[in-house]
């Protein structure tokens, strides 16, 4: 399926109790969505899943004859690379609920009494990233064909997704697609004063949009609270990593594995003290050292729900005191060579009228 708008999305429901299955039912379908398989059984739900695969499961918790992590084990021994997002119900919400069910494979947990705007948008942004997995699975496919030989319109088409992936983001975040720009430019121009050739330096360009992809796996309660994270939450947050390395793992193209290892590896620090694996020095991948820079002067530079944007000079001066601690210091050294450039490429992309498009080429 390449659209799963709301008339178009296959979800199941799984509930033992028909007056929780009528409300969730009645609810998706004031929304418009109109595919809605209801399953007051849970030994029935592999069965249907291996009929039609949904696009999203509402898997309560608590059932009768299997339990709604049981049969999430289920699902997830088909190892099916296209497997639908699973939100679980729980009855009532406990204090370590939401790390147990993220812990198990699910997506999110949503807790009686349901609120009816943020499970509606919890299905549209979880529909939203299915429908980027979906791409980039297809994606995959597309660039191999490319690399054997295929036309040049073949590679353009495959570069537009791999933008649009990033971007995948961007439909719950409408700060992500804009930043995503910079950051390929910032890292394309550190690419580039460290000696990297012309492909390689339009690698990174393209590589670098991915960098965030792992933030579709992040529930929305974490990923737009505007406060300090609690312990847990943090946590919940830092996997962001790790779940875009799973995305974009396997990839037998150069651009797949550059991506991989900065989605991986750019929050890591020059001192060992990042995440997720704690690495130091040169054990970081350069193509993730360059990114982290490019990464933070563009997060202070940007506006916060929690704060202003930072002036440049204020974000250059935190760059330059964090050399040798959170960033690698040939880098940043690089960095401040090519100041002035920097500084260019921030200005343009904050010119009344500049208007973000999907690229194929890095722009000059």
Not at 7 to 14: D, E, Q, S, T
Not at 296 to 307: G, I, M
Not at 329 to 357: C, D, N, Q, S, T
Request: charged share 25%.
């Amino acid at each position: 399926m390449s659209d799963l708008a709301p008339g178009k999305a296959r979800i199941f429901i799984v509930d033992d109790k028909a007056a929780n299955l009528r409300r969730l039912e009645e609810m998706l379908t004031e929304e418009g969505y109109g595919r809605i398989v209801l399953i007051a059984d849970s030994r029935q739900v592999l069965d249907r899943y291996q009929e039609a695969r949904p696009d999203l499961i509402l898997l309560a918790i608590h059932l009768r004859h299997r339990d709604g992590f049981e049969v999430m084990r289920q699902i997830k021994a088909l190892r099916d690379p296209l497997s639908p997002p699973i939100v679980m119900l729980a009855g009532r919400r406990g204090e370590n609920d939401l790390v147990q069910a993220l812990a198990a494979g699910a997506s999110d947990l949503v807790a009686k009494p349901f609120d009816g705007v943020a499970l509606l948008l919890r299905v549209r942004n979880l529909l939203a990233a299915q429908l980027a997995h979906r791409s980039l699975h297809a994606q995959k496919a597309v660039l191999e064909a490319s690399m054997r030989g295929r036309t040049e319109d073949v590679s353009r088409s495959a570069l537009q997704v791999v933008h649009r992936l990033g971007r995948a983001v961007g439909y719950r975040d409408s700060r992500a697609g804009p930043s995503i720009a910079r950051i390929g430019e910032y890292s394309a121009l550190l690419a580039e004063a460290a000696g990297w050739s012309s492909a390689d330096c339009e690698l990174m360009w393209h590589a670098s949009s991915m960098h965030d992809i792992g933030n579709i796996g992040i529930p929305d309660t974490v990923l737009f609270k505007p406060g300090k994270f609690e312990p847990h939450e943090w946590a919940i947050m830092k996997n962001h990593a790790a779940i875009g390395a799973y995305i974009l793992e396997d990839g037998d193209s150069d651009l797949l594995r550059m991506a991989h290892a900065i989605a991986l590896n750019h929050h890591e620090k020059w001192d060992g003290g990042g995440y997720p694996r704690r690495l130091a020095g040169e054990a970081i991948p350069l193509a993730a050292r360059i990114v982290a820079v490019a990464d933070v002067f563009d997060a202070l530079t940007s506006p916060r729900l929690y704060r202003p944007a930072w002036p440049v000079e204020r974000a250059v001066a935190y760059l330059r005191n964090n050399a040798g601690t959170h960033f690698d210091p040939a880098v940043i050294g690089l960095f401040m060579a090519h100041l002035e450039k920097a500084i260019a490429l921030w200005a343009r992309h904050r010119e009344p009228g500049y208007v973000h498009r999907v690229p194929t080429k890095r722009p000059r």
